[in-house]
């Protein structure tokens, strides 16, 4: 032990250099055992370990055990150890002597989102990864808001862009996997551009985000996922909410042990705030606190969970509150669990944050408030700016927090008031104004990290080197990471099918494995071994070995169904979609009027109709929600094809819809209103917009064609609209060339029926040949 501790000590001493060149098993180890130590020594023992893991920090609470931190800096150089080139809106993670962030990037075509990490002593960047921006609305000006995380025990960082795409990068930037949650579940991205940040709880990925997906997935709802933290499998999905007010929200789930429990707490967009077990997903508890969706992250201590708020109250109409909930309850606990409410906040953005008996609270006008924890009652207020967005972060007695114009705080809180140790404003690069700064800061490493429009920024003492000894309180050390092999002591409660959810193709094998489950969510053994699971299947149709391995019928096409694991009385199931190769053709004929096609991700507001021309799938107005949406058929890493289809767009007065076809990421849209014919690669945006005048006629039917390659290095896409029964014409009537490539996606339907389209003969086949 001794010994591990004197090569730890000499690590620390050379700086982060000398702890990457050391396996991290053997690290994590090290660590284990100083943990066992530290913590049976007592309380003010030193410990060399300060990571900022996720957005609010080791524990998730936004409090940093860090001392000895600057109290000033100054954006011309005072305290000022380095600043990184980064346009950024969200909150910096430290993991293992890096600093990561997200951001955007570039101009014109070429903009996107970035995800890159930088040597948190120097800043000198290490590795930059690139996301493409497609299938939502989302501007370019709020790109990157949502946070990443990262796992202390791999290394691995995680990033959620805003166009849905789920990445884990290795600690050298090469990516480990990644999922297309658009395409594959159906993620919603609201035009605000909030984005949901992810979480590591032990061996999982937690990420939660409203979808509307396929099958019992297909209503719009706040749904939490649990993918494998290593591999991207998806363990399993809750729906533990009501019907959302918004989608374009951004929460972030917290895990806490409460009452014995192990609970996964999260305000959603349906106004509650609900808890789940953490490995399971399992409800435990459920509280109605607003008519909106949530924006806010909860903040727990001991078993109180506190939330705020900016939306209208179930009671009073008005705007804003703050609740204490007793988080050890069961079920409903709307009225019986609150411990007290303070009606005087309107916070619809910043975390709370709670500290010694105090909670911090940071309100839409930006002006930070004090609250007695055991109460509810406002100690002070202070005021800070104009725009609220960050939340507050608490270390080595100081609070440090920013302001949306430009403003970083450094205040020195009591009970009785608040002192302000410095206050600095950043400006635009060019000077006419204020730079956005939109998230929290992270501290680790005795320096403190935040990212703005103008960089990132590293403030610190320059005089000592990161990773100087400081002493940090034992019982607030990083526990060790939970082994995924840990098991469970108790009976099997639960029964897991893993993967949850599959989309194979036929002939393609897929092994399933049957997971079970003790009260506390752990591993237990399967009593009687795997042989006494019993698998079946349910609405497809292929075979199952007694491995468990499925293989789809490659004669049946399109299928959805489940496969089903009994154990006892226990019964679990994992969906399952399975997908022919190219070339595909629906007419819809053979499908039941008022159905939706089958594993059509979004497909719900997609319905099969009666007409006089034959059945056809229908689009009409909805009377909640967005009429505008898409509907995502097959695998998204389908590419290099050809997508065709029939489109009737009616009128109703002057109103006529949007209609049209994606290919890979790239929709093709006959626009109603304007009669112009538009290729574009990104909603609002337009990053990548072609377009003609286009006059076509209601009740009418085209015929159109969108065919997207990839050359090389650059995108090709076309696009042609001709009436249907006419020959087709033999140029392409738009054009494309895209500098940044959307190189993959999910054929689909694209719609905006403020009245009624009309969609037939559907086909997709690949482009093995120039036309």
Known sequence: MLESLDVLRRMHMRGFGGFHRVRRSRAVKWLACVLAVLGGAGGGAALLWADWPSWRGPHQDGVATDVGLVAKWSPAGENLVWRADLVGRSTPIVIDGR???????????????????????????????????????????????????????????????????????GPDGKVVWSRALTEEFGLISGVGGRTHSPLVDEDRLILSFVNAGWGEQGAPRHRTFAFDKRTGELRWVSTPGEAPQDTNIQTSPVVAEIGGRRLLIEGEADGWVHALLARTGEKVWSFHLSKGAFNNTVAVHDKVVYASHGEENLDTGLLGRVVAIDGSGTGDVTRTHELWRNDELISAFPSPLYH?????????????????????????????????????????????????????????????????LDEERLRAADGSRFAEIYGAPAVAYGRIYFAAETGLYCLGDKSRPPRAEQPVRAERAPAAPAEASSRGGGAVHLLQVVPAEVLVRPGEPV???????????????????????????AGVAGT???DATFVPD??????????????????????????????????????????????????????VRETRWSKVLSKAPVQRGLNRSNAYIGPAAQREYTVQADLLGTQSGFVRPDMGLVASGYILDMMGANQRL?????????????????KWDPDVWYTMKLRADTQGAEGLIRGKVWRRGEPEPAA????????????????????????????????????????
């Open 99 to 169: 600093v990561c962030a997200n951001g955007r990037v570039g101009t014109g075509p070429t903009r996107q989102e970035s995800v890159a990490c930088f040597d948190a002593a120097t800043g000198r960047k290490l590795w930059e990864h690139h996301l493409d921006v497609y299938l939502t609305a989302i501007p370019f000006s709020r790109v990157g808001w949502g946070n990443l995380t990262a796992d202390r025990e791999t290394g691995n960082v995680y990033a959620l862009g805003v166009g849905g795409l789920l990445y884990c990068f």
């Open 356 to 420: 010694d008996g105090v909670l911090y609270v940071v309100d839409d006008s930006a002006a930070l408030a004090a609250l007695d924890a055991a109460s509810g009652k406002i100690l002070w207020r202070h005021k800070l700016g104009t725009i609220g967005k960050a939340s507050p972060v608490w270390a080595d007695g100081k609070l440090y927090v920013a302001e949306v114009n430009g403003r970083f705080d450094i205040l020195k809180p009591s009970r009785s008031g608040v002192e302000v």
């Open 511 to 537: 092994r399933f494995r049957a997971v079970a489950l003790d009260g506390a969510g752990l591993p237990v053994a399967v009593p009687g071994g795997a042989a006494a699971v019993a698998w079946s299947l």
């Open 544 to 546: 199952l070995d007694k």
């Open 554 to 607: 490659p004669g049946k096409g399109f299928q959805t169904g489940e496969i089903v694991a009994r154990l006892g009385e226990l019964t679990a199931k994992a969906r399952l979609r399975a997908v022919p190769p190219l070339p595909w053709t629906m007419d819809f004929e053979a499908l039941p009027a008022g159905s939706s096609p089958a594993g059509w991700i979004g497909g719900g507001r997609f319905v």
């Open 678 to 694: 538009q290729l574009r690669a990104w909603d609002t945006e337009l990053r990548l917009v072609q377009e003609v005048d286009f």
């Open 732 to 771: 392409w009537t738009v054009t494309a060339h895209d500098p940044r490539p959307v190189r993959s996606g999910s054929p689909g339907l694209y719609g905006y029926s403020a009245v009624e389209i009309l969609f037939d003969n559907f086909s997709v086949t690949p482009n093995r040949s120039e036309r």
